[in-house]
């Protein structure tokens, strides 16, 4: 015997408490979006407005070494007889590593010790002793390889004016005039310093958040001249620099965790033209704290 509330339903099914196949499908369609728009929530960095604080920090005692490589690809064109020679690429690696030994007066002192090799070979550099400020963060701004912009910082009023900055937001640019140098040898043009966002990165030195910088260029011209008194030849004078690199920096820090960069010189001259890539990558390999 069944009773009332047993006995099984013979009549029509009730559409308002059970839903149809039809529309089960469009909730579970529903739900996945939800998931996907949540999902890209947790793992998309929303850091854009950020604040980034500026300036380095060391620690006494502590080691990092980074493993550098450089490649160069050198290519020549004889316009005037259409001849190209084939494309020449060397490699050169380098191990640098940076002990830092003591801070005093905003200044710490960095023992640097570098093995280098060029082409398989074993290159003898020697072993230096520098000091760098707080306020020297900027050379880690710009990718390892690049020219240095930041050297004549002081004559520079775009670049003093930024670097008055304590922070800056995820987001901001940097467009920073170059023009260094003189008359006779020289570089002008422009860069662009982007601070695009903030996200954890995996090096073989360990997983950091950092904070990426974006390097673009615009415009960079050489100017040399054949009574320049360094180089012996103006071949390379109105050549044109193409940059394009990221810098990843610790985020609290300003140290260097990783950077790339790709430079690529194009030369134009009556009857020949060449260009010369140089990709370099610099990459935090050990990382001892004290």
């Known amino acids: 015997m069944f009773s009332k509330a047993d006995s099984p339903q013979t009549g029509p099914s009730n559409t308002t408490s059970t839903p149809s196949k039809k529309r089960q499908r469009f909730y579970a369609f529903g739900g996945v979006i939800v998931i996907i728009v ?48 084939n494309p020449l690429t060397q490699t050169y690696n380098s ?63 775009t670049i003093e004016a930024y670097l008055t900055k304590a922070q800056v937001k995820v987001g901001e640019s940097w467009q920073i005039p170059v023009s260094t140098g003189n008359a006779s040898l020289g570089l002008t043009g422009e860069i662009t310093l982007k601070f695009s966002s903030i996200q954890e990165i995996s090096v073989p030195a360990g997983i950091y958040k950092v904070f990426i910088v974006e390097l673009s260029s615009k415009d960079l011209t050489m100017h040399i001249s054949p009574d320049n008194g360094i180089i012996s030849t103006n071949g390379l004078d109105n050549s044109v620099i193409e940059l394009k690199g990221t810098s990843y920096l610790e985020v609290g820090t300003c140290h260097l965790i990783k ?25 935090l390999t050990e990382h001892i704290k004290q």
């Not at 998309?44 to 950020?50: A, D, F, N, R």
């Not at 950077?259 to 990459?283: A, R, Y």
Request: no cysteine.
């Open 38 to 85: 949540i999902a890209s929530a947790l793992f998309v960095p929303h850091t854009l407005g950020s604040s980034i604080s500026l300036g380095l920090n060391y620690t006494v005692g502590e080691k990092m070494t980074y493993l550098t490589t450089n490649t160069v690809t050198n290519k020549m064109s004889n316009t005037s007889i259409n001849a190209e020679t």
């Open 259 to 283: 950077s790339e960069l790709t430079q690529q010189t194009t030369m134009q001259q009556p009857g020949i033209s060449g260009t010369s890539t140089i990709h370099t990558e610099k990459t």
């Open 95 to 157: 191990t640098g590593t940076y002990e830092i030994l003591s801070f005093n007066d905003d200044a710490y002192t960095i023992k640097l010790t570098i093995t280098s090799e060029l082409n398989g070979k074993p290159l003898s550099i020697p072993i230096t002793t520098n000091t760098t400020t707080k306020t020297q963060y900027y050379n880690n701004l710009l990718p390892a390889g690049s020219p240095a912009f930041f050297l004549n910082a002081s004559g520079n009023p």
